[in-house]
């Protein structure tokens, strides 16, 4: 990728982007432009969609895919879930198990479960399970001891 940067004395700030393909770099890019840094780019169908983060309810990887859901959409997103959370730097989302990450403020309901597992009811009426693995770092989250 060619960058070209060049500070000028006087007139109007000016940004160009030009390219080939919209990579996930390329969208990171427009979206600071457009001020859109707590927004997720997705694919809905053939088209892109951007949404908020505070809609999202969840994320999950399935078959080396990772999908984003929101109360009514469903959005195909690129990278892991691992790259998510490092690039999302958001205390709202919390890693519940090896393939989902939640959005804790739109949970609505906990329920503790046999072999020390939480059963988190989202706002949309989907259950996530929080697995024992992690269920201990949600509690401490709970009581607000995130360390």
Not at 57 to 65: A, G, K, P, Q
Not at 73 to 82: A, H, Q
Not at 98 to 103: D, Q, R, T, Y
Request: with cysteine; hydrophobic share 35%.
């Amino acid at each position: 990728m060619k960058i070209d940067i060049k500070r000028i004395e006087e007139g109007e700030d000016s940004v160009v982007v030009r390219y080939r393909e919209e990579t996930p770099p390329i969208k990171r890019i427009i979206g600071i432009l457009r001020n859109e840094e707590d927004k997720l780019w997705g694919r809905t169908g053939d088209e892109n969609v951007c949404v908020n983060y505070s809609d999202l309810l969840y994320l999950e990887s399935v078959d080396d895919r990772v999908f984003a859901y929101t109360p009514d959409k469903v959005l195909r997103i690129d990278g892991s879930l691992s790259s998510f959370m490092q690039e999302t730097d958001d205390d709202s989302f919390f890693r519940c198990s090896k393939s989902m990450v939640i959005n804790i403020n739109r949970v609505s309901k906990l329920k503790s479960l046999s072999s020390n597992r939480i059963d988190a009811a989202m706002e949309g009426g989907e259950h996530i399970i929080i697995s024992r693995r992690y269920a201990s770092e949600f509690r401490k989250l709970l009581r607000g001891d995130r360390s």
